[in-house]
């Protein structure tokens, strides 16, 4: 188990009063869809963000994490499918390569990829459609320059070349701030939030130091919305 993947297994069960940004990102994605789908991937299926919001019927619903803790508290249905998979394994590209979707959705998942081109062909491959939410290295910026480390996530310009060497698509980048009343709650939703990662863990003086001089009573994150049809 990765690092990524313990964080998001060890906070699975506070996963949905920490992740307010990302409820919000997966209701934007129903509600944008360009059509009423009747096969659906999702990638990244955490506690089942997206699929709460589906309003409409459906024939198939494969839904994947690499978080068993998350599958286990995912909502369950007659036609859902739930997968725990890495989708940067091989198996991950076995698995749905012989596969056909009316439109693939994922929710502020795709961003810790470490070959986000190499799923995005294996997705140009099964279906068509694509709407995505990812979060971009901007997020949690302040915290990162304060600290002089590097976003774990990818930036924006890496993000739109993995998808447009397969996908003609749109893309909407959204700033959102979330305040807190105090340094205590701030931190704690940073601990709990799942936007973390292997490559951002701090010192002790690092965490020390983050601390002391974070003056700023809120957080930002970077969003992209990506809506994509098949070049």
Request: glycine share 4%; aromatic share 12%.
């Amino acid at each position: 188990m990765t690092a990524v993947q313990e964080q998001f297994s060890k906070h699975a069960t506070q996963y949905n009063s920490h992740n307010i940004i990302q409820q919000i990102i997966s209701k934007a994605i129903i509600r944008e869809l360009p059509f009423t789908p009747k096969k659906i991937l999702e990638l990244g299926c955490g506690s089942g963000q997206i699929f709460k919001n589906i309003d409409f019927d459906f024939d198939y619903y494969k839904a994947i994490d690499f978080s068993q803790e998350m599958c286990n508290i995912h909502p369950k249905h007659k036609n859902l499918k739930l997968v725990c998979l890495d989708f940067d394994s091989e198996e991950f590209h076995q698995n749905i390569k012989h596969e056909r979707y009316d439109i693939i959705l994922s929710s502020s998942a795709l961003q810790w990829s470490k070959d986000l081109s190499k799923i995005i062909k294996s997705l140009s491959d099964i279906s068509n459609h694509i709407s995505m939410v990812l979060f971009t290295s901007n997020t949690f910026k302040n915290i990162f320059e304060l600290t002089s480390t590097v976003s774990p996530i990818l930036d924006l310009k890496e993000i739109k070349k993995s998808f447009d060497k397969f996908y003609t698509c749109e893309y909407e980048v959204l700033n959102y701030k979330m305040e807190f009343e105090n340094k205590k709650d701030l931190f704690h939703y940073i601990k709990n939030s799942g936007v973390s990662g292997e490559k951002n863990t701090l010192s002790f003086e690092q965490a020390k130091h983050l601390f002391k001089n974070y003056n700023l009573g809120y957080l930002e994150f970077e969003v992209v919305f990506i809506k994509g049809t098949k070049c």
